[in-house]
């Protein structure tokens, strides 16, 4: 009789547990952003999301967020330089700051239809592949979609963009990011215009 009784109280408080959990999980809703979602644009944004998971070579990463090297619009841009010769690197623009996946966080983006940007490379031919979400579902939290492109970059201005159709945009932790190799010398580019749109 005692062991009955234990594994009722053991079962009344497993219910108890999954309840508040799943309370918990209905509580955890990521917050419906507007469109469009500017992640930078001359000088800044307002998404919500932050340049804080810097990726590889860190060290070798420069961020310099109001370079006056003339943008298509407006008068500053995103310059990103990498000064080595080799090895990568890259940043990912997260909600909130430095969530790898062990936070709660995220913006509801969904009605987005592509994921826009442009942007050009000091001296042309740098290969750079741009996207978002990176946090896959082995983690507590996580991207509800990803896409990605890989582009090369030429030394003009250039609009780019990212289809997000059929793509479940509830909950985005990681909102953009960009990662490169140096290919046996440093590059530098620019980045302007970074936004969700219908």
Same mark, same amino acid.
């Given at each position: 009789?005692?062991?009955?009784?234990?594994?009722? =109280?053991?079962?009344?408080?497993?219910?108890?547990?999954?309840?508040?959990?799943?309370?918990?999980?209905?509580?955890?809703?990521?917050?419906?952003? %507007?469109?469009?979602?500017?992640?930078?644009?001359?000088? !800044?944004?307002?998404?919500?999301?932050?340049?804080?998971?810097?990726?590889?070579?860190?060290?070798?990463?420069?961020?310099?967020?109001?370079?006056?090297?003339?943008?298509?619009?407006?008068? =500053?841009?995103?310059?990103?330089?990498?000064?080595?010769?080799?090895?990568?690197?890259?940043?990912?623009?997260?909600?909130?700051?430095?969530?790898?996946?062990?936070?709660?966080?995220?913006?509801?983006?969904?009605?987005?239809?592509?994921?826009?940007?442009?942007?050009?490379?000091?001296?042309?031919?740098?290969?750079?592949?741009?996207?978002?979400?990176?946090?896959?579902?082995?983690?507590?939290?996580?991207? !509800? %979609?990803?896409? %990605?492109?890989?582009?090369?970059?030429?030394?003009?201005?250039?609009?780019?963009?990212? !289809?997000?159709?059929?793509?479940?945009?509830? =909950?985005?932790?990681?909102?953009?990011?960009?990662?490169?190799?140096?290919?046996?010398?440093?590059?530098?580019?620019?980045?302007?215009?970074?936004?969700?749109?219908?």
């Amino acid at each position: 009789m005692q062991s009955k009784n234990f594994s009722y =109280r053991h079962f009344i408080a497993l219910l108890a547990v999954i309840t508040l959990m799943a309370a918990a999980g209905a509580a955890y809703a990521a917050a419906k952003a %507007s469109l469009p979602l500017v992640i930078y644009n001359n000088g !800044s944004g307002n998404s919500g999301f932050v340049p804080s998971g810097w990726m590889g070579n860190t060290g070798k990463i420069q961020y310099n967020g109001k370079c006056h090297v003339k943008p298509p619009k407006g008068t =500053r841009c995103l310059k990103i330089s990498f000064t080595g010769s080799s090895g990568w690197g890259g940043i990912v623009w997260q909600n909130p700051a430095n969530n790898w996946g062990d936070t709660q966080g995220g913006i509801n983006i969904t009605g987005a239809k592509k994921l826009v940007f442009w942007a050009k490379a000091k001296h042309g031919g740098v290969v750079v592949t741009f996207g978002y979400g990176l946090i896959g579902k082995g983690k507590a939290y996580h991207d !509800s %979609s990803s896409a %990605s492109k890989k582009v090369t970059l030429g030394k003009h201005w250039k609009k780019y963009s990212i !289809s997000l159709k059929g793509k479940n945009m509830s =909950r985005i932790i990681t909102g953009f990011y960009w990662s490169a190799a140096a290919n046996g010398s440093p590059f530098t580019f620019y980045l302007d215009d970074v936004k969700y749109q219908k």
